[in-house]
Structures are given as C-alpha cells and as structure tokens.
C-alpha cells in the first residue's frame, strides 16, 4: 500500500477539531486497563482451515503512539483504549474478555459453575476468549449462557463454549430477551446479502489496517471472520421484573425491545450491585441506523428504557458493563454514565423533531444540530459507531421517509442518468473534471466527492476521475471522527483504486440457515422470484410439514408468491410431504430434490416438476454489487 498523507487543509480540520476533545480527561484508559488479570498468549486466532479469524495484534501500531495526521486523533484515542486485551475483574465473581472481536464476552461465576453472557461472533474467538479465563480461573463448567440481544456479534460464537448436545440434555439453560430467534434470523432473510456487502465497507474488512488505513470501528476494531453458529435459547425472558437464580447468581431482568436491537433486554445482579445493559450504552454514541442498512431504531424508547433502567436500579448499583467497551464503577459516575446516555438519546429524537416541524429537512438538520456542550465534553457521547450527522438523518426517516417534501426530489433521475446531465452541464468531462479540481485545491472534498461521483457515473473508466475521487474520499476517511464513516470512506477509494472486492465476511452460517422457520424459508423464496419472468406463471405448490404438523400452501401469480398455512389443500395442488430441514436443504441444494424422492426421505403427491419451475423462476442474489461506480 502506498503511503498516503493528508492534505494542509485536512491536517487543518483535524487541528480545529482537536481544540475542542476534552484531552485532558483519561479516565477511559484507567477504566479500560482496572482489574486486568492477564493477556492471551496466543495473539493470532485461526479457523481449522489455517485461516486467522482474529488478529489481537493487528492494532498494535496504534499503541502509546501520537494520532497520525492520516486519523482523527479522537478516533484514533478510542482506538487506543479498544486495544487494551485480556481478562479483566469487572467486580469479584464478575470477569470480562475484552478485545477477542468487535463484542465483549463476560462470565458470572456461580456456585458450581459460570455464566456467559455474549459469546462473540466466530466461535473460534469464543473459545479461545474462555481458554483465558480458564487459564486465569480455572476448569468451571458453563451452567447458562445468556444472549443480550439477537444481532450476530452476541451469538455466532456460542459453539465455541457450548454444544447444542449439552442444552438438549439440560445441563446448559440458554437465556435471552422474547423476540430473540424470530429477529436473530430475520436480520438476514429480507436484506441480509445488501446488508453483509455493505458491512464490508461500514468496518473496512478489505482496508488494510494502518495509520492510514482502518483503525477501528468505534463499537470495537472490527468484526472476526470465523464460525458463526447458533443454540436457540431454551428460557425466554418476556417481563420486566422477571427473575432468575442460576447455580446461587441472581438476575434482574427488564426487558428493552425496539431500542438497540428488536429484541434486548437489561439485566442486575444484586449480589454484585452489577448492571449489565446489553447494547443499549456504550462508550460512543450508537447508532440509530446503522449505515450498512437497517430498520430505522426509536430513539425515542430507547431512552424511555434507559429511564426506566436508572430508575430500577440507580439507587443500589456500584458498577454498569455491557457488551462493548470497558465498565464504568462507582454510583454516582455509573448513574451520570446512564444518564447522560439517555440525554443523548432523547435530545437527538426531540430536536430533530423540533427543526423538522420548523420545516428543515433531515440533511439541513443534520448539518446544524449540536450536541449540548456538557455531553459533547464526554468521550462516550462522541459519534465513533454512529454520528449526529446520520442519526438526525434516520430520526428524520423513521417519521418522514426518504422525501421531503420538494417535489423536485420527487422524481429525480437515477445516478446514472443525472451524472451524465451533471458532467454536460458543467461543460463536459473536462470541464466537469476542473470543478472537481477546484475542490480538491479549496479542501471542499464534500463538494470534490459529489462533482467526482457524477464523472464516475457518467464514466467509470475515466481513471483520472476514479483517482480524484479516491483522493477525495481518503480525505473525508482521514477527517472523520467515526470509525465507520472513516472505514466507509476508504473502502469506497480502495475499490475506486484496485477494483470491487466484494463481500469480505459471509453473514450467515448453517446454524443460521437452519433455524429459519418455514414461513421464514417461504418468504426468502418469494424475495427472489424474477417477476418479470413470472408475470404469466400461474403455479401452487403445498408443504405438508411432517415434524411441525403444519400445512403450508404456496401460490404464485402476477409474478408475486403468496403463501399462508391451510387446513385443507386444494384439489389437484402439486403437494410435497417433508420436514422443516428438508425444505430448507432442497431449497439451499444441500438436498437433491430427486434422490431424495426415490429414497421417500420425501414424498410427492402430484408433479414434482411445478416445484422446480418455481425454483427455475428465482434470481440469484448478487454479493459483490457496485457501489462507488455505476
Ligand atoms: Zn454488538
């Protein structure tokens, strides 16, 4: 990689920026650093393939080291307390690994055994995350496994502490917030190949780590590449006030839904005077829509919840963890933590509301809202995950959509077609290229991005365009104070510079596919119907679930595929007899449809072949779809 710089006027922004970090305040380091018990000796975790999932190293560049000109230095000090790996002591009996993938796993000792809360992404992290803490602990068998909320980097690793053999038998009760399955599997039916793509970008999975290249994602470094697996849980928690004792552990629960995640729950320990709060703080201002695509989050009952939590238990905690970064202890501090959390939350939800019926729009908004100076001066107000820039925007979104209101953005043309407009109205590529340039010398790199994106669009072989643009971007990547939008930036030069690289970490293991329902299974099906091509196929098939004892009829026409559960099918429907699994596998192609029909594993009452005209009618999917060119 070619050593990139900064421009004068970036180094400048970068400056003016850092006048306003409150430097001077370090207790983050401390807090990172308190109660550390030891470090892994194996520094590099690989998969049974050789391949390394994780690298603790990886970010070693950045330690004790001054913040480049190349990185925003707030980032670049949040990157620096992130790297503090290890076993750490939260509280007696309270443990943390901290640093083994983008989430923090932490461990409850009981009277017999543990308790794990949030096993990481990749199960080879898992595992090697708990060899530490037994190493330092020693031999306890794991009597629960709690997952706090259903998104992947606080499940996919379960494997790699437990067997699903050891939940049959019940020696392992599975725990987690109503919701947990439907949501941990349904993130990826819908949208999950745009979402895993654009994740690619969102941590920088294909930038190479440096000064000058990915530093971190704000939440944690980045996401690990192992096995992701799944146990379903075995006890649901449904209410706040629920309570559990798990092997002499008491657990408080209240449950959060639609804050962080879909389905999220907070939970105290009294014996300790502990509070984890799952997803719903951390150490950065999260994100209200994430920028690899999602639903839009309710800030607004995200910090009713965090209202509720102080109120349950902010008279008797001594210390608050979750599941990224570092804990916070003492009353008063965890309380004020909570808090100002919570502020954070409901300011951002009410301004916007406020300037959005004073008629400004999301990205007006977006450009003038500030934080309150008293919270801008915490680090864990600072937007490294998310930003005030986009969480404004998706407030915006979750009460007004994409439009607004101008109906000159009604129906405006697509990238394309308004980039060749673009580059004709500001005098040809030439021209176009020259108020690019202007830009570039003004610093304007906003400004230099948007004229080289039209250049780009009009014509992606243009390499003097996709180079400036690259440049541009690199400098936004530079400034930015977000480790996602610094990592989005420089994956849009990197591919500008050396091509599409496509989608870095696959979203979803077997366990995954395996879980999914069979309503999930239809859905996904019909998501990928070529409507074009079916618009005049007229076809119904029907299911008849032998291990869940349900009949599902699916019916194509007018290019849509409707499906619901009958009592009765339909004369002369094409009907095949199978269970949940096989269903899944014939549609993935782990089950040969025919020589699973000659064996009888499943049967068929009618034509076999209407089921593979349907399947004839699927398009696939595309994970390596561009981004920064046409
Ligand atoms: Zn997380």
Known sequence: M??????????????????????????DFDDARRGF??????????AEDGRVVWDLDAYEFMRDAEAP??????????????????????????????????????????????????PLISTECAAAAFALYTEHRGERPVVAMIYTHSHGDHFGGVKGIISQEQVDAGEVQVIAPDGFMEHAIAENVFAGTAMARRAGYMYGAAVDRGPAGQIGAGL??????????????????????????????EIEFQITPGTEAPAEMNFYFPQHRALCTAENTSHTLHNILT???????DAHAWAHYLTETIDLWGGELD????SHHWPTWGRERAVEFLAMQRDMYLYLHDQTLRMMNQGFTGSEIAE??????????????????????????AVYQRYMGWYDANPANLWPHPPEAVAVRYVEAMGGRDGALAVARRAWDDGDYRWCAEVGKHLVFADDGDAEARDLLADALEQLGFGAESGTWRNAYLAGATELRSGNFGTPVSSSGPDLISALTVTQVLDSIAIRVDGPKAWDVAAKVAFVMTDEGTTHLAELRNGALHHRTVTEVPAGTTTFTLTRLDLIGTVTGTVDLAQALADGSITVDGDPAELAQLVGLLAPVDPDFDIVTP
Request: hydrophobic share 40%; net charge negative.
């Open 220 to 249: 944690g470094q980045t996401t690990s590449t192992g096995t992701v697996s799944l146990i379903a849980p075995t006890v649901d928690i449904t209410e706040t006030g629920q309570r559990l004792t798990i092997d002499g552990v």
């Open 37 to 46: 018990i030891g470090r892994s000796e194996v520094r590099q975790i690989v």
């Open 291 to 297: 920028i690899r695509g999602a639903l839009v989050r």
């Open 69 to 118: 000109d190349t990185a925003n230095p707030s980032l670049w000090r949040q990157g620096q307390v992130l790297i503090e790996d290890g076993l750490f002591e939260v509280v007696p009996g309270i443990y943390q690994l901290r640093g083994f993938d983008l989430s923090v796993m932490s461990v409850i000792e009981g009277d017999t055994g543990v308790i794990v809360i949030d």
């Open 319 to 322: 210390v608050v963890f979750a």
């Open 368 to 393: 003038v809202l500030q934080m309150p100076p008293a919270l801008e001066s915490q680090w864990h107000t600072h937007g490294y995950y998310g930003t005030v820039s986009h969480n404004v925007k």
């Open 2 to 27: 070619t050593e990139r710089s900064a421009t004068p006027s970036t180094r400048q922004r970068i400056e003016a920026f850092a006048a306003t970090l409150p430097m001077s305040d370090t207790q």
